[in-house]
Every structure is written in C-alpha cells, then in structure tokens.
C-alpha cells in the first residue's frame, strides 16, 4: 500500500516525454509522462500522468506550476503517494511558495518606522 508523503524544495530537473516511455529503474518505475526532482537529483523522483482523461486538467496545470517555479526558481511542494522502500513517488499535488519579503519584479521596499 502506497504512504502519502510530502517533499518541499526547488526544481533541479523537470522533463516532459512520450506516453508509454516512462521514468526510473524496472523496480521503481514510474508511468508517468511529466518528471520533476526536487533538490538533488539522489533525493528521489516525482511524477504524474499527462493523458487524456479527467484529470489531465488539473495535471496540466501541475506542469504549468513546476516549469514557473523552474523558471523563477521558486519552492516546490509535492504531495505524492510511494510504496515503501521506493525512491520514486506519483505527484497527486503539486503548490509554489514564494520566499517571504520577495517582491516580483524588485526589491522589497519595507516602511519605515519613527519614534
């Protein structure tokens, strides 16, 4: 039986391949067709399926999740479902977080206080 489990952290490898190709050792494969790692890439792999079925809405917003965070490095966090003693695990949530005080675009301006 699978263990939900949660990975924070930052994209070090995101890959998008062809139905049917997979990812991963036979002993730990996974059959997925979108890949991320979270930072370095012996910490595990992370996966979902990009078919299409009813949850290809929700996963293409996943993808579109992970290439933003890759490309403005933003944190990851990944809740997946492993079998125990796996080291890679199917992606059912996929959320960003900004680092705090980070303003898009520049740099923070903080108000000043006078006593």
Not at 56 to 68: T, W
């Amino acid at each position: 039986m699978s263990d939900l489990l949660e990975k924070t952290g930052k994209l070090v490898f995101l890959r998008a391949h062809d139905l049917g190709t997979s990812y991963g050792p036979p002993n730990d494969e996974l059959d997925v067709e979108a890949v991320f790692i979270l930072n370095a890439m012996d910490e595990g792999t992370y996966g979902f399926q990009l078919r299409n079925d009813d949850n290809l809405p929700a996963r293409q917003a996943m993808f579109a999740l992970l290439r933003d965070a890759f490309v403005h490095d933003l944190t990851v966090i990944a809740d997946y479902l492993i079998e125990p003693g796996h080291h890679n695990g199917t992606a059912i949530r996929v959320a960003l977080m900004r680092q705090l005080g980070h303003t898009p675009g520049g740099p923070v301006n903080r108000p000043t206080l006078e006593a």
